[in-house]
């Protein structure tokens, strides 16, 4: 049975801290580089919410169904985004990696590929995690083109499944990735992680 614990996670360029109160101006700005929050589909807080989304994070991690980070892009020592582990499920070995946002600067670089690697191999190499699963908006096929390219299967759609912040309905996209797919993945991040410039 998996016991996920707030951990630092580090390389790659890349550091994931687990969140805290003192991390809500930093990812006040982070949000702002794009304006992230007007991405209808997305879980990105508007700055006036960050406090109330550190909170619930928070909540979550302490009834044991979430484990949340920021991510620090080491190279300009900036928190640059968040990302976490949801819907433990400790009984199942199972995690989800969701809430990922990145500020406008640094999507489409090396950090998305880290994050994932640091996540998946936590979760496969260090809970040992039989499954890791992701949840996605409908709407939201770059989200779903990114989780595919992972190398996750996609598990279905569940019809009507949460409100967006809009007050419309979502269906939601699943994908999962076993541990045994987990070594082909792991090959399949390094490469794109070196095409980055970013060798292991």
Same mark, same amino acid.
């Given at each position: 049975m998996i016991h996920a614990l707030p951990t630092e996670l580090e390389r790659y360029g890349v550091r994931l801290e687990p969140m805290t109160n003192a991390h809500h101006d930093a990812l006040v700005a982070a949000a702002s580089d794009g304006e992230l929050w007007n991405l209808w589909f997305t879980s990105v807080p508007e700055p006036h919410t960050v406090e &109330?989304?550190?909170? &619930?994070a928070l909540?979550?991690? &302490?009834?044991g169904?979430?484990?949340p980070w920021v991510v620090r892009d080491l190279d300009r020592d900036r928190i640059v985004g968040s990302t976490r582990y949801h819907d433990i499920i400790p009984t199942a070995d199972r995690v989800e990696i969701g809430w990922t946002w990145y500020a406008a600067s640094a999507q489409r670089t090396h950090i998305n590929t880290a994050c994932k690697l640091l996540l998946l191999t936590h979760a496969f190499e260090a809970l040992g995690c039989g499954v890791v699963g992701w949840r996605t908006d409908i709407a939201n096929t770059r989200s779903q083109q990114a989780i595919a390219a992972l190398g996750a299967s996609r598990d279905g759609v569940l019809? +009507? +499944?949460m409100q967006r912040r809009d007050g419309s309905i979502r269906d939601t996209v699943m994908y999962s990735m076993l541990d045994d797919e987990w070594p082909s993945a792991r090959h399949r991040l390094l490469a794109r992680l070196a095409r980055h410039g970013r060798p292991a």
């Open positions: &109330a989304y550190i909170t &619930a909540e979550g991690q &302490a009834a169904h979430m484990l019809r +009507h +499944h």
